[in-house]
């Protein structure tokens, strides 16, 4: 049972470049998600999505963009990397977010832009 | 617009003492609220969470939580702490009424000493 999968756990970027994050969950939920884990912040909702064709911002969304063409994936793109992006990302996706759901979560990606 | 406030940073408690972490929240309808445990480079892993009814939760690992409507408070404890407790730990909280975010707090380091 993979649950939320995200790649890569690691990755140094130089300012400017460009990547995706990928994550993909196999338990067909509805709800997906993306944070981003600071010191001292906590989660910050980056973006989010309902269902497949739907996204929508959360709290810190510029410089990122997501799509969703499948129920399983929801890639999140970095179009010019910053040093203000290093940080730590997470995938999360739930059934949907009726009945206070469970959001489950990947393990993390860990990205360093210099 | 929905907050969640974790007062402290870290708590420190003695293995065999209770401990409590505590949460307060913000929502304009009626509550969902979770907590969750993050242990070093890993992933969120859910503990706990309260719906309705019982005020009192009980959830993973023998945490509980106890959620007061009247203080707008969810603080999780634990009548005997474990060294193995020693994590992060976050308050989360989904606005009842049918949004689609969920809020982080900023986290509280539990360092359980033997």
């Known amino acids: 049972n993979a649950g939320v999968t995200q790649t890569p756990k690691f990755q140094v970027l130089k300012t400017g470049q460009s990547m995706t994050l990928q994550c993909a969950q196999d338990m067909n939920h509805e709800y997906m998600s993306w944070y981003r884990q600071d010191p001292g912040m906590g989660l910050r909702l980056i973006h989010y999505?309902?269902?497949?064709?739907?996204?929508d911002q959360g709290e810190v969304p510029n410089g990122y963009n997501v799509s969703r063409s499948t129920t399983e994936d929801f890639p999140l793109r970095l179009l010019s990397a910053a040093p203000s992006q290093t940080s730590v990302y997470f995938c999360?996706?739930?059934?949907?977010?009726?009945?206070?759901?469970?959001?489950?979560f990947g393990e993390g990606s860990w990205l360093t832009v210099v | 617009a929905q907050s969640v406030a974790q007062p402290e940073d870290q708590v420190n408690v003695a293995e065999g003492n209770p401990l409590t972490v505590k949460c307060t929240y913000s929502?304009?309808?009626?509550?969902?609220l979770f907590w969750y445990v993050q242990y070093p480079n890993r992933g969120l892993q859910f503990l706990l969470k309260y719906i309705t009814g019982d005020n009192l939760v009980k959830g993973s690992y023998g945490f509980e939580a106890e959620f007061n409507k009247s203080q707008t408070s969810f603080h999780l404890k634990k009548p005997s702490a474990l060294v193995s407790d020693s994590a992060l730990y976050f308050c989360?909280?989904?606005?009842?009424?049918?949004?689609?975010?969920?809020?982080f707090g900023a986290g509280t380091r539990l360092f359980v000493k033997a």
């Open positions: 929502v304009s309808g009626n509550p969902y």
């Open positions: 999505s309902v269902g497949a064709g739907i996204t």
């Open positions: 989360a909280v989904r606005d009842g009424t049918g949004g689609f975010k969920t809020i």
């Open positions: 999360a996706s739930s059934y949907d977010l009726t009945e206070g759901n469970t959001i489950y």
